[in-house]
Every structure is written in C-alpha cells, then in structure tokens.
C-alpha cells in the first residue's frame, strides 16, 4: 500500500498546475461510467469542488508528458517482452465549427466510417493477466499535419528509448501496410499487425534484366487467394 501511494504522489507533482482538481477529476471520470458534457463529471462525490473548477483544472493543467510516461513505464514488471497496444480512436466533433484543427477522422461507429473531429493516438501496456486493464504510456491529438501512422511511429520511438525490455506491439489492420513497416524499421521492437483480407504483398523484384523499365515488385502474394501463395520458405520477406 505504501508504494501505491508513493505512486500516486509522484504522478500528482507531474500534473503541474491545478494539481487538486486534476487529480480528483481523473478520478471522477475512471469512475462514472457516462456523462454527456465535461461538467457532470464535477458531479462525482470524488471532485468536491464546484463545477467551475473541471473547467479551470483543463485549462491551467500541463502534465509533462515525458516525464509521466517515464513514471507509468516504472510500473512495467521486468519481463524478457513488453507486449504493446497502439491503436488510433476517432472523436466525432462535427457540431463544434469553432475548434481548432477538425479533420476527417474514420470511425466505424459513423455513417460512411468518416467523421468530422479530432483524431488520438494511444500506446499502451497490456499485461499478460487476464482482463481488459492496460496502462496508457502516451494518449495524445493527432494534429492536421500528421496521421495515424506517422504519430504512433513518433510515439513508439519515445517509449522504447526509455524500456530495456525487448517490446512486442500489436496493432489492428490500420498499420498492417508497408508505410507503418517501413517508418518502423529502424526501431528496436517486433511488430504484429492485423492485415486485410484481400491485401497484396509482393516480394523482392528480380534482378534488372538489362531491357526496359526495372521492375518495382516480384511475386504476388493475395491474401485471400491461395493460388498465389507462395511455398514456406524459412527466413523469406516481404515488402
């Protein structure tokens, strides 16, 4: 129980202003299970100040987000692998003209899979215990000059920089193509991804021939076509 409140502690003096609020606000929000607008979250009997305050703890609160990540990676037991969850969620804010830097997001909760809001990427930690627990290690905007891919690339380099551990990441059908392989290449983690049913891969191209263009891809691999699938070949790769 000591450790827990010395946890505790530490991450309220990394909250940076409104300590108090921030604090009490995060614990209304992980324990109210709905609310419909900011302000009802200062309804929780664990925020014991006025409404106002949510409001002003938002706005006056800048968390060193380095620095949190460093402390939510001490949480992480030593282990040979770090299993990590990246994910990319939409936040719908299509009646809100006045926000800065609204983007098409998809969604699949919208109609047509596109909305008009904001977009955050989140890595994670996943333990191996059953349940559906995970500790965030960075949750942040996409702005309008990146994507999905280019700010979880970002975000992964951050974190591994500050594990030992080897790291395996898990991630949906979004990043199974070979832009998120490639940006990744140079990051000392093992990837799983999810990929489409009907994707193509092609492997390395031939040696130029000395006629005509050279060629760009090799053989044709379909994932839903077993025609093209190729013979196992131990230690074969992909582009």
């Known amino acids: 129980m000591t450790d827990c409140k010395y946890s505790a502690c530490e991450t309220y003096q990394l909250l940076g202003k409104a300590h108090d609020a921030t604090f009490e606000l995060m614990e209304s929000m992980m324990t109210t299970k709905n609310a419909s607008c900011l302000g009802e979250f200062a309804l929780s009997p664990l925020f014991q100040r006025k409404w106002s305050s949510a409001y002003e703890a938002i706005q006056d609160c800048r968390p060193n987000r380095k620095k949190l990540m460093s402390r939510y990676i001490q949480e992480i037991p030593t282990q040979e692998y770090v299993l990590l969850g990246i994910d990319h969620t939409a936040w719908g804010r299509k009646g809100a003209k006045t926000l800065k830097e609204r983007t098409y997001c998809h969604q699949a909760s919208a109609k047509g899979n596109v909305t008009v809001g904001q977009g955050y990427s989140t890595i994670a930690w996943l333990p191996e215990a059953g349940g559906s627990w995970a500790l965030p290690l960075r949750h942040e905007r996409i702005t309008s000059k990146e994507t999905p891919i280019s700010k979880a690339v970002w975000q992964l380099k951050q974190v591994c920089q500050n594990l ?29 991804m999810r990929v489409r049913a009907n994707a193509c891969l092609w492997s390395k191209p031939p040696a130029y021939s000395g006629k005509g263009r050279p060629r760009k891809h090799g053989q044709k691999f379909k994932v839903n076509d077993p025609k093209t699938w190729w013979a196992a070949e131990e230690g074969r790769r992909c582009r």
């Not at 990441?169 to 979004?174: F, H, I, L």
């Open 164 to 192: 030992e551990q080897k790291v395996l990441v898990v991630a949906d059908r979004e990043y199974g193509n070979g832009l998120w392989v490639q940006q990744t290449a140079d990051i000392n983690a093992s990837l799983l």
